[in-house]
Nanobody, 123 residues
């Protein structure tokens, strides 16, 4: 079972910065996609950024100029550097791992989620 643990959330003023991290229980270099999602108050969970095993990255339009996703495979961590934070960025941020994972029955496709970390952008 893959476990993901997010950290780094907190309260920040508009225009400020935060860096989130996601620690995985297994090596992440073999995971197809590591991604960040978020769920704001009264909203559905939405895509934020993704880092794929081929080195490519992608971002939602709302964050692409301000956020950067990166990964440290050796430390089994994925980061989300968030700059110029806005009140609308307030949400619970979730780490996601998608790919094929080992099991007693062989490789199984799966998608795993962390429990989330709260980011609040407010004056």
């Amino acid at each position: 079972q893959v476990q993901l643990v997010e950290s780094g959330g907190g309260l920040v003023q508009p225009g400020g910065s935060l860096t989130l991290s996601c620690s995985a229980s297994i090596n992440i270099y073999s995971i197809h996609t590591m991604a960040w999602y978020r769920q704001g108050p009264g909203k559905q969970r939405s895509f934020v950024a993704a880092s794929r095993s081929d080195g490519s990255t992608s971002y939602s339009d709302s964050v692409k100029a301000r956020f950067t996703i990166s990964r440290d495979n050796a430390q089994r961590r994925v980061y989300l550097v968030m700059n110029d934070l806005k009140p609308e960025d307030t949400a619970v941020y979730f780490c996601n791992a998608d790919g094929d994972f080992p099991s007693p029955q062989g490789l199984l496709a799966g998608s795993y989620w962390g429990q989330g970390t709260q980011v609040t952008v407010s004056s």
